[in-house]
């Protein structure tokens, strides 16, 4: 198998997982869960994690909820951006294998929650973080997989510039002193 053909295996397998356990997951959260029902799968963790039924009309973690046209949007840019990168997946440099993961992370998790716009009308949330008094959030594995998915873009381009500036130390000219002064 070529190196090409193993890339774009490793792409649509990454998505592919990424769909399959999302979507799994929150299919078992709808068929199990009444909405807003919380449970503490792990009591000693309750308050900071649990998992409580909720559904979010706006993007990852809750950004633009309740907009009615919002829904809409990200569908779009849920096929546009994963349409981009995967258009975009050939060109990344050899040597990147985290700008690749990352690239299949986001594209799953933004398919991902597309799915559950166009099933559901909304995103299916459930994975309940807080610390009391300061921040409560429900979010789900596609919004994790897409926040690591870009963290991982972001680590990987951080890499590739620091790789880049070495080169060009290592390519400079060194200036010798003549001895003649």
Same mark, same amino acid.
């Given at each position: 198998?070529?190196?090409?053909t193993?890339?774009?295996?490793?792409?649509?397998?990454t998505?592919?997982?990424?769909?399959?356990?999302?979507?799994?997951t929150?299919?078992?959260?709808v068929?199990?869960m009444?909405?807003s029902?919380?449970?503490?799968p792990f +009591?000693?963790?309750?308050p900071f994690?649990q998992?409580?039924?909720?559904f979010?009309?706006?993007?990852a973690?809750g950004?633009m909820?309740?907009?009615?046209?919002?829904?809409?949007v990200?569908?779009?840019?849920?096929?546009v951006?994963?349409?981009?990168?995967i258009?975009?997946y050939?060109r990344i440099?050899?040597g990147?294998?985290?700008?690749?993961?990352?690239?299949s992370l986001?594209v799953?998790g933004a398919?991902?929650?597309?799915i559950?716009?166009?099933?559901?009308?909304?995103?299916?949330d459930?994975?309940?973080y807080?610390?009391?008094?300061?921040?409560?959030?429900?979010?789900n594995?596609?919004?994790h997989?897409i926040?690591?998915?870009v963290?991982l873009?972001?680590w990987?381009?951080?890499?590739?510039e620091a790789?880049?500036d070495a080169e060009?130390v290592?390519?400079? +000219?060194?200036a010798v002193?003549?001895?003649d002064d």
């Open positions: 198998m070529s190196v090409s193993r890339r774009w295996v490793f792409l649509f397998t998505i592919g997982a990424v769909l399959l356990i999302d979507q799994v929150k299919t078992l959260v068929l199990n009444a909405m029902e919380s449970i503490q +009591p000693s963790l309750y994690f998992i409580t039924r909720s979010n009309t706006g993007s973690f950004f909820a309740g907009s009615a046209v919002a829904g809409y990200f569908l779009v840019l849920a096929f951006i994963s349409g981009f990168l258009w975009s050939p440099e050899d990147q294998p985290l700008a690749r993961l990352a690239t986001i799953g398919l991902g929650n597309a559950d716009r166009i099933i559901y009308g909304h995103v299916v459930f994975i309940h807080q610390l009391p008094n300061v921040i409560s959030n429900v979010s594995l596609a919004d997989a926040v690591f998915g963290a873009m972001i990987s381009s951080w890499q590739a790789r880049t060009t290592d390519e400079a +000219p060194v002193a003549d001895g």
